[in-house]
């Protein structure tokens, strides 16, 4: 198939393409590069070493054996995206092209516009550019589990059957974001929706768990050709920031109570999840969701994992928990169905204790990297709007 993945300089996005690229398909991608220059906003950096696109494309033609077709501009440009699509004619789109952190979107006003422009504006210029240039393709977008906030029911898979004064229909399930930028992915769900029952497009809208780890086998050992890896405040997420603090001595930082509870999928299974959504489309007009994610953890539930890996490699990992600079509920019910993938064969990995393994054992070779970005780690936005610079610490776990 010809799948274009936007967002394809990110953390998801190279590694897909290279795993679509191992499986025999033809790829291209879109990227401005945005990512690496929110990172440095934060004051840091990649832990993993990467190489600027020009090198990722030439070690991507040694490795894969085909080129990775590269159009470098800004996915809220229609003239731009609509070229793209016209020249490459995709099958399928991966929509990964967004601005993805909600601490990020937190920071102030303009970092709330900046995010849901960019994001809102590059999906309805997809929905566009797709119905103009390539009306048959399928659009695989990234939405995410958060859009759903921790309701005291059931999540079912994007809808749910309602019956109401006697009448029965079928109904997207309520979501209840809890940030700018989960906000901003409830929109573009509502946008694509839409598009595919006025227009006829076709779309899985991807509400994934949150992603860890640092490699997948189709990378091999070429170092230039690994993905980022995050561990600030905003780009980090939980378990990979978790991860970067044990390897330097830090002790790991639940947020608050540390039983939130949260679905959690390593990065070899978003690609397996993926790419079973791009080789199975939807008809023609249909809208459809997959919840994406292997199991549901508490995040100190996950802090206990890291802690006890981190033993193996001779790390004395502590675990201190911190006021909670977010406002969410630190204790909930949470059971969200995840059906739709299973019932297309994703076959979970279930063994975090081997990806933790890899994962320390490809920071510890980069500890100086993050030793030296390692106040960028330290949460100083603040949901209710107010900045610190100091963390208050709560009871040690030990
Ligand atoms: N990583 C996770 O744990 C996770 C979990 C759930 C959902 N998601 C979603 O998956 C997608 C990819 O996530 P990621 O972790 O790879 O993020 P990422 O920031 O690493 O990748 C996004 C890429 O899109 C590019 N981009 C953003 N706006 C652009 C624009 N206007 N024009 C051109 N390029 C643009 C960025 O430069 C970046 O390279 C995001 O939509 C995110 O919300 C990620």
């Known amino acids: ?28 991608g879109i990227d401005n590069y945005l990512r690496r220059s929110w990172v440095g906003e934060m004051g840091s950096q990649s832990a993993i070493p ?54 990020y979107s937190m920071i102030d006003v303009h970092h709330a516009i900046f995010t849901q422009t960019n ?20 659009l695989v977008k990234l939405g995410t589990m958060g859009e759903y906030g921790t309701p005291n029911v059931d999540i079912p898979e994007g809808f749910f059957d309602i019956e109401y004064r006697g009448r029965k229909d079928r109904m997207m399930f309520p979501r209840q974001a809890g ?5 901003s992915k409830v929109h573009d769900t509502n946008n694509v929706e839409m598009a595919c029952r006025l227009w006829n497009l076709c779309s899985t809208d991807i509400m994934q768990g ?7 086998d189709e990378m091999g050992e070429d170092d230039a050709i690994r993905t980022r890896f995050d561990f600030d405040q905003c780009f980090g997420t939980a378990i990979n920031r978790f991860c970067a603090q044990a390897v330097i001595g830090l002790p ?9 509870r949260r679905g959690f999928l390593p990065l070899r299974d978003s690609m397996q999840c993926l790419t079973l959504a791009i080789e199975n489309p939807p008809e023609s007009g249909e809208y459809r969701t997959f919840n994406q994610f292997e199991e549901v953890y508490g995040i100190t539930e996950l ?15 502590q675990i201190q928990p911190i006021e909670n600079p977010r406002i ?6 949470y059971n969200p169905d995840h059906q739709h993938l299973l019932d297309l064969g994703y076959k979970p990995t279930h063994d975090m204790k081997a990806e933790l393994q890899i994962v320390l054992k490809d920071l510890m070779r980069h500890k100086e990297r993050i030793e030296s970005r390692k106040e960028a780690q330290f949460p100083d936005i603040r949901w209710d709007g107010s900045r610190r610079n100091s963390v208050k610490l709560n009871k040690p776990i030990l």
């Open 119 to 138: 994001n809102q504006m590059g999906t309805l210029v997809t929905l566009y550019a797709m119905r103009e240039a390539v009306p048959d393709c399928q």
């Open 303 to 317: 802090a206990l994992k890291i802690q006890k890996v981190g033993a193996e490699f001779g790390l004395d990992v």
């Open 252 to 260: 790991l930082t639940p947020y608050g109570k540390g039983k939130q």
């Open 50 to 103: 990467i190489a600027k696109m020009a090198e990722r494309l030439l070690a991507y033609r040694k490795n894969l054996g085909q080129n990775l077709r590269f159009y470098k501009g800004d996915l809220t440009d229609y003239n731009f995206v609509l070229n793209a699509y016209k020249s490459f004619r995709p099958e399928a789109i991966v929509y990964l092209g967004e601005m993805p952190s909600a601490p």
């Open 179 to 183: 940030s700018w930028y989960h906000q």
């Open 328 to 333: 969410e509920m630190e204790e909930h019910y």
């Open 1 to 28: 198939m010809r799948i274009l993945i936007t967002g394809v300089d990110g953390y998801l996005g190279w590694a897909l393409s290279i795993y679509l690229a191992k499986r025999g398909h033809k790829v291209a």
């Open 210 to 216: 949150v992603v860890y780890g640092t490699r997948i």
